[in-house]
Every structure is written in structure tokens, then in C-alpha cells.
């Protein structure tokens, strides 16, 4: 499967623990998002990546957030001091550079339980 | 301001056509999409509309846009029981890379 992948697809953890999640893009996508989508919602935006750098974040992701990519590969998302309000599914997308559109095929996201 | 906003449900009998719109608030929209989600499955780009066309044909999929009223719709033809699913409608804006989402339409197909 060359899909775009994420680990865990589930995650049950306890207020105040730290979790942290793993995207898998497209081999020669170097484009990466994260989205967070709560229920009934559509997903939003959370931050973006080319290649390892990441270019833009939203106002969404408070200082318990954060993420990386170092190699320009694979991407975690680590939240710190869960919050019940954590409680989503946290979404990965990735995407090839250049031109004004650009598809972003996402992974089955990790859907997060704060308990 | 970013907003996009769809009806939140619709129901159709098997075989007949659906239309599921949608409106944004964003006039430098550049791409608009609509995204299929399945229950326990990422979600699926349907298709897509440049912001300076009109309208799309995708086999039993057609997008009309209408840049004026900034409204956007999604007609399938012959709906199946296989269609059931939401649909999200999104845009991109010049100069951005993220897209932005509506709260989706839950669309159920029944006999």
C-alpha cells in the first residue's frame, strides 16, 4: 500500500499524559499537512511542512502542540498535557510541490480519546 | 474571512440524482474540492473546480460553480447505496497551501 499512513489509527489516553503520533506521506510527496477533525466537523487546519521545514501553523495549535519532520520524510505530532478537549481525530495529508493546485491524499488519521 | 458552510443532511432514493451544495465567503478562492468520507476510511478526493470555471463533468459527477454568489454544488447522478457517505466540501486560497473544510453533508441513500 503506497497510501499515506498513520500510527496509531487509536489512542486512548488519560488527562495530562503526553501522546504523540506518526505520519507516513506519499514517498515522493514533499508536502505534509496535519488536520484535526472533532465530530460532526470538517477537519481544520493544524500545520504544514515542505520537505522538513515547516512554513505555516495555525492559531489552533497552542504551545501543547507541536510537530515535526526532520528527515522530510515521516512527521510526528506531539501533544503535550492532553486535555479532554484533545479529544479528535487527528488527520495527516500529503502532497507533491509546485502550481496552484495540488491534491492532498490523506492517511485514515488517529482518532484521539482523552479521558 | 474563511467560511465555508453546507446543509448538514440529505436523503435520496437509490437511482435518483443528489445535490449537495455549498457556499464559501473567500472570493480569492483559487481551487474548490469535494472530499467523499467513509466510515473507518481517509477521506477521498471526488473532484475539483478551477475558480475561473464554471462547471465540471466527472462521469455521474458534475460540479457547478457560481463565482458571484460563491456558491458551489455537487449534482451525482443515479445515486447508489455505494454513495452513502459525507461529503466535504473545501477550498484553497491563493498564496496558502491548507485547505479549508465545511462541516460536512452526511448524504444516505435509501431504497
Known amino acids: 500500500d503506497t497510501g499515506v499512513s498513520q500510527d496509531p489509527r487509536h489512542k486512548i489516553t488519560k488527562r495530562g499524559q503526553n501522546v504523540t503520533f506518526r505520519c507516513d506521506p506519499i514517498s515522493e510527496h514533499n508536502r505534509l499537512y496535519w488536520y484535526r477533525q472533532t465530530l460532526g466537523q470538517g477537519p481544520e487546519f493544524l500545520t504544514y511542512?515542505?520537505?522538513?521545514?515547516?512554513?505555516?501553523k495555525s492559531r489552533l495549535l497552542s504551545d501543547r502542540f507541536s510537530a515535526e519532520r526532520p528527515k522530510g520524510s515521516f512527521s510526528t505530532l506531539e501533544i503535550q498535557r492532553t486535555e479532554q478537549g484533545d479529544s479528535a481525530m487527528y488527520l495527516c495529508a500529503s502532497s507533491t510541490a509546485g502550481g496552484h493546485y495540488n491534491e492532498q491524499f490523506f492517511g485514515p488519521g488517529t482518532r484521539l480519546t482523552v479521558l | 474571512g474563511e467560511d465555508v458552510e453546507q446543509s448538514l443532511f440529505l436523503s435520496v432514493r437509490e437511482g435518483d440524482s443528489s445535490v449537495i451544495n455549498c457556499t464559501y465567503t473567500?472570493?480569492?478562492?483559487?481551487?474548490l474540492y469535494w472530499y467523499k468520507q467513509e466510515p473507518g476510511a481517509g477521506l477521498q478526493l471526488l473532484t475539483y473546480?478551477?475558480?475561473?470555471?464554471d462547471m465540471k463533468q466527472d462521469q455521474r459527477l458534475t460540479v457547478l460553480l457560481n463565482k458571484k454568489d460563491k456558491h458551489l454544488s455537487l449534482r451525482i447522478a443515479d445515486t447508489q447505496t455505494g454513495d452513502s457517505a459525507i461529503y466535504f466540501c473545501?477550498?484553497?486560497?491563493?498564496?496558502?497551501?491548507?485547505?479549508?473544510f465545511g462541516a460536512g453533508t452526511r448524504l444516505a441513500v435509501h431504497p
Open positions: 473567500d472570493s480569492s478562492s483559487t481551487y
Open positions: 473545501a477550498e484553497s486560497i491563493r498564496g496558502y497551501n491548507k485547505l479549508i
Open positions: 511542512f515542505q520537505n522538513e521545514a515547516q512554513l505555516e
Open positions: 473546480i478551477f475558480s475561473n470555471m
